[in-house]
Structure formats: structure tokens, C-alpha cells
């Protein structure tokens, strides 16, 4: 079997082709029989497990080998956990913001937490979860007890082997690695992760053919490097529904799609068992944005939770949801795209949809987990995103905790050559 061999600061890391991360028994012993081995099977192990392109290509090739392994154990665990998860009422709870999270969002966090910490135990992770609504809030509360278990099961038979037992404790400390009291940054460009560990948890609750991702990003002074999403209900065809409950994982059905700066943006569907990587050599392919100039003649997607009328686009043009509609230069086509901002970026980077609109409210604050790996998957695959005014988004605004993002007026993701025009247009109605 292949092995790609990265190399760490202070310890040596083997890639599987089955997208497994595992450490050899004792990297003293094994570091030169490593490091020969591994030099002359990077280049092969770079294009059969996992990379589009060449090591050499891509100063972050490690960081990305590790998310890309690390994103499709979680696509598993999704597809898992959606199985059961209406079993039991405990498998759902609700935030304070009264949005459901389910055991695979801690399941995810704790999961991909775990891989990044053994690979890269100095690079911080931004996430969205913490552990404190599982903590029971009482002596006698054995319902967390329980959600707990249920995350731990989720988690158990997904995560690296390194010759430690897991445990319950275990899991808890790694979602709260990513927690808001994790790590206090400061105005220096850091290095860090910023993980959604489902985006659009409402459309993964709502039916198995809702959109939802699975996003993994790198930032590296203050830019994104590296971009991982997987969505295990994404489908070849223009967006669909299936009445196959089991299609995510019986049909192959799912997409993967990674970037790095500089390198593009590329993808490949999800294998039917998640997690395998197959041999063949073309399995990726080249994302491109679409290539229309028309603003009129645009798809264009907004928040489930927004109407189009809340757009400054909306003074210029009306909207219609329906592709067979004639329409004039007054009239724009509307996708309807499942819940969560990463799905629209995905739909972007793709080349299905032109345009993705958010605007940006006093009452909400916009998480940076919703936009990070977005910004360079769009980015690479030859689009733009900004804020309403045009200035790149601000990853760094929180200069203690990089949760949150101020974009003035709201988000503009576009293929590109929409961008200023769009740009124009919007700030000549928005006040």
C-alpha cells in the first residue's frame, strides 16, 4: 500500500490510502527507514491518496492531505449518525439560538479535532461547538450522560488508533479545543484552523436530500491556505432532490472538494464507503466558476433566511425561482439552495450558481466558520468574494477569539467578472 510520508516538527506521520492517519510504533526506531520510504513515495502517494496535484506544488500539501482524510471520516460519521437519528429524542438539541445541533455536529468537531491535534498539536482550532450543553447541569441528569455516550460511539470506531485508548473525557476536551474559550489570540497574523462542523445542521435534520458540508479551513496570516468541504447529498446533476434514503452511501453520491492557494480548486465524490481512497488517477476535477458577465442572466443564491427584497439587488431586479420562466433584463433567476452559507459557496465554486448575496444584520452576528473555506474555494476556482463595499473579508476583525467577521453591509460571493459590477450596483441602493 502507498504511504505518503509527512513530516512534523517533532514526530513522522504515515497517510494509508484508505485515508487512515497512523503513527509507526516508535518514530526513533523508524525515522530513517521512514524517511527513505516515504521520500520516494510522496510524489506517487501525493496523486493515488488524496491530492490533486504534486507536493512540491503546494507549500501546505500536509496540513491538506490531514484535512482531506479528516473530512471524509466526518462525511461517515454524518451519514451514520443520520441513520439513527431519529431514534431517540436525544440525538437533538437546541442552542441558545434555538438552532438544532445534533450528536454528528460535536461528533464531527471532536472527530477532526482529535486528527489535527495529533498531526498538528501547535496549530489552534477555531470551531463552533464547546461542551458545556453536555455537561449534565445537574447531579441526578442522566440524559447528557447518555448524548455523551451517544457522541463517544460516534466518534470511537472513526478516530486514529494511536495506541491510547479513548474515552468520554476525551471526546469532550477535543470539541472544546475548538471552543470559544479555547484560545485568546492578539493582533499578530497566527496560524489556526477554522472548522463548521456541519453547515446548514437544519437541512441535515430535514430530510436525506438536504445539502449540508462538512468545512475545514487553514488560515495563515490572515489568509486562507487551505480549503476542505464535504457534502455527503451533493448529486452530479443540477441540484436535485432523491427519494433514496441511501444513496449518500450506497451510490457513491457526495462530493469532496479541496484547494489550496495557488493550486485551484478541485473535486471528487465521496467513495461509497467514505473514507477509501480509490486508485484511479483522474478522479478529481478542475472547479471552474461559471463564465456569465450578463448580471440579469445570473443564478444567483441567498440565505434561507433572507428574501430577496432584502437585497439592494432587488431595487434593479425582481426574481423568479423558476428556470423556465422567460426573463427580461429586469427579472434574475433565484436557486434554491439548502440551508447554510457553505453550500452556496460550493455552488459557486462549481459553476452552478453565479452569485451568492448574504446581507449582513445588526441582530446576527456572521461566524467565520460559515465563510472561511468558502473564500479560497471560490477564490481558486476563479471567483471573488467580499464585502458590499469590495474589501476582502476581515478574518482577523476578532482580534482575541477570530469567531466573528464584520462585513460592511454584507457578503458578495461572485464568479468574478460580476463582482464590481455587482459591487457598483449594490452600493448605489444600499444605505
Given amino acids: 500500500m502507498p504511504l505518503l510520508h509527512l513530516s512534523l516538527p517533532s514526530h513522522r506521520l504515515l497517510v494509508g490510502c484508505r485515508g487512515r492517519l497512523f503513527f509507526p510504533p516508535s518514530p526513533r526506531r523508524t525515522c530513517l527507514s521512514v524517511r527513505a520510504a516515504g521520500d520516494a513515495a510522496v510524489s506517487v502517494a501525493a496523486g493515488a491518496c488524496g491530492l490533486p496535484f504534486q507536493p512540491e506544488c503546494a507549500t501546505h500539501h500536509r496540513e491538506l ?3 482531506v482524510a479528516a473530512v471524509e471520516l ?14 431517540g429524542g436525544s440525538n437533538i438539541l437546541e442552542k441558545n439560538d434555538q438552532t438544532p445541533v445534533t450528536i454528528a455536529d460535536f461528533g464531527v468537531q471532536a472527530l477532526i479535532s482529535l ?4 498531526l498538528f498539536p501547535s496549530i489552534p482550532l477555531v470551531a463552533e461547538e464547546d461542551s458545556a450543553s453536555l455537561r449534565p447541569s445537574k447531579a441526578d441528569d442522566s440524559s447528557s450522560d447518555i448524548l455523551v455516550e451517544s457522541i463517544f460511539s460516534a466518534v470511537a470506531d472513526k478516530v486514529s488508533n494511536n495506541g491510547s485508548p479513548l474515552n468520554q473525557d476525551d471526546v469532550l476536551r477535543a470539541i472544546d479545543r475548538g471552543g470559544k474559550d479555547a484560545v485568546s489570540f492578539d493582533s499578530n497574523p497566527a496560524t489556526y484552523w477554522v472548522l463548521d462542523p456541519i453547515d446548514g445542521t437544519k437541512g441535515f ?34 441540484i436535485a432532490n432523491t427519494k433514496d434514503d441511501n444513496a449518500a452511501s450506497c451510490n457513491g453520491r457526495g462530493i469532496l472538494m479541496v484547494s489550496h492557494i495557488g493550486c485551484g480548486t478541485w473535486s471528487r465524490r465521496l467513495s461509497a464507503d467514505i473514507g477509501q481512497f480509490t486508485m484511479a ?10 463564465t456569465c458577465s450578463i448580471a440579469h442572466m445570473a443564478r444567483y443564491c441567498i440565505p434561507d433566511s433572507q428574501t430577496w427584497d432584502m437585497i439592494p439587488l432587488s431595487a434593479t431586479f425582481n426574481s423568479t425561482t423558476d428556470a423556465s420562466d422567460p426573463r427580461n433584463e429586469n427579472e434574475i433567476l433565484l436557486l434554491s439552495v439548502f440551508c447554510g452559507s457553505l453550500c452556496k459557496y460550493l455552488t459557486v465554486a ?20 460559515d465563510h472561511a473555506v468558502g473564500v479560497i474555494c471560490v477564490q481558486e476556482a476563479g471567483g471573488q468574494t467580499s464585502d458590499w463595499s469590495g474589501n476582502p473579508l476581515d478574518l482577523a476583525a476578532d482580534l482575541t477569539s477570530r469567531r466573528i467577521i464584520y462585513p460592511s453591509g454584507g457578503v458578495l460571493v461572485t464568479n468574478g467578472v460580476l463582482h464590481d459590477k455587482l459591487v457598483e450596483m449594490i452600493s448605489a441602493n444600499y444605505k
Avoid: H
Avoid at 74 to 87: E, H, M, N
Avoid at 281 to 290: A, L
Fill in 350 to 369: 462549481s459553476g452552478r450558481a453565479s452569485v451568492f448575496v448574504l446581507q449582513a444584520r445588526p441582530t446576527t452576528q456572521i461566524k467565520s466558520w
Fill in 74 to 87: 466526518a462525511c461517515r460519521l454524518c451519514v451514520d449518525v443520520k441513520r439513527s437519528l431519529f431514534s
Fill in 115 to 118: 486528527e489535527l491535534q495529533r
Fill in 281 to 290: 488517477q483522474d478522479i478529481w476535477k478542475r472547479c471552474f466558476v461559471d
Fill in 205 to 238: 435534520l430535514r430530510g436525506n436530500d438536504a445539502l449540508y458540508v462538512v468545512g475545514l479551513a487553514l488560515v495563515v496570516n490572515g489568509k486562507v491556505t487551505v480549503g476542505v468541504m464535504g457534502c455527503p447529498n451533493w448529486t452530479n446533476d443540477d
Fill in 65 to 67: 492531505a490531514a484535512a
